[in-house]
């Protein structure tokens, strides 16, 4: 089974007019006005899927400031998670501006059939300490749930420029880990650089029991060896397929794990068990 953990999609009211949502959303400008910077709807994403072998998609939409918007791209996501059940899988996705009306969201949208949160990001404010605190409602609510996972945006702290690069501080990540690390925990696009922390002698261990990579945006920001070269620091068990379509196709990927020198075994967890066993799907086809 091949499942693709880190897909972004939008509802037609978005994808046929973005320019109407940059004067409220900076965040969404950042990321979408270049012309080149894709949205996709279900339909677009399943012929993908069909045309590279992918079984199941992770799927959904962007953190908003405004949640109203947030809750119109989450029905999206409902929809087609109703509408094509064994294909996608949904997460509920917003922005911050008020926690509880945050933790509210995620019981409406988990109630209606999706399988946690994700992907949160903090573009232009980063990861800050205060924002940290400010995910405690949200964490009740998947912890109630049966410790449903949760999704966030990384990105590494050196390097290269592009939209979307925030300020994301390892230490503030590590302090979420020892505040909500019961929860399993994607930190996507490899973590900005965590997994080598894996390695410190004290505490690591229990911390990061519960956190998975993915590998969104990988052959962008890194060479095919990180494959290798993570997956035995931190185990294969815990790496996550994903391409932050439609940002890069799957085959981009696959050629990276096959020129990174891994096991048949180890490309089986990254593109497809882990995931299926993370949102407890092993065994249904």
Wanted: glycine share 8%; with cysteine; net charge negative.
């Amino acid at each position: 089974m091949i499942i693709d953990a880190h897909v972004h999609l939008f509802p037609p009211e978005i994808a046929s007019q973005r320019d109407k949502f940059f004067s409220t959303e900076p965040e969404f400008k950042l990321l979408y006005e270049p012309p080149k910077s894709k949205l996709v709807l279900a339909e677009e994403l399943l012929a993908r899927m069909d045309d590279e072998g992918i079984d199941r998609c992770v799927v959904f939409s962007f953190p908003w400031r405004d949640m109203g918007i947030s809750r119109l791209c989450n029905d999206y996501i409902i929809e087609q998670v109703r509408k094509y059940p064994d294909r996608l899988i949904g997460l509920s996705c917003f922005g911050f501006a008020d926690p509880r009306e945050a933790a509210s969201e995620t019981e409406r949208c988990l109630a209606a059939g999706l399988s946690g949160v994700g992907e949160l990001a903090f573009y232009i404010e980063g990861f800050t300490e205060s924002i940290i605190s400010n995910f405690a409602p949200v964490i009740e609510v998947l912890r109630a749930a049966g410790n449903l996972p949760l999704m966030l945006h990384t990105n590494e702290p050196v390097g290269h420029q592009y939209p979307g690069k925030c300020d994301v501080m390892l230490r503030n990540l590590d302090k979420f880990l020892r505040l909500y690390g019961d929860v399993p925990t994607i930190f996507a696009h490899w973590g900005g650089g965590f997994p080598f922390y894996h390695l410190l002698k004290r505490e690591m261990e229990e911390v990061v029991a519960n956190l998975y990579y993915d590998t969104a945006a990988s052959p962008y920001l890194y060479r095919p060896q990180i494959y290798k070269i993570v997956g035995e620091i931190i185990g294969f068990e815990h790496i996550l397929l994903g391409t932050d379509y439609p940002l890069l196709k799957a085959a981009r990927y696959f050629k990276d794990m096959d020129q990174a020198g891994i096991t048949p075994e180890q490309k089986a967890l990254i593109c497809g068990e882990n995931t299926a066993r993370l949102f407890s799907l092993a065994g249904r086809k």
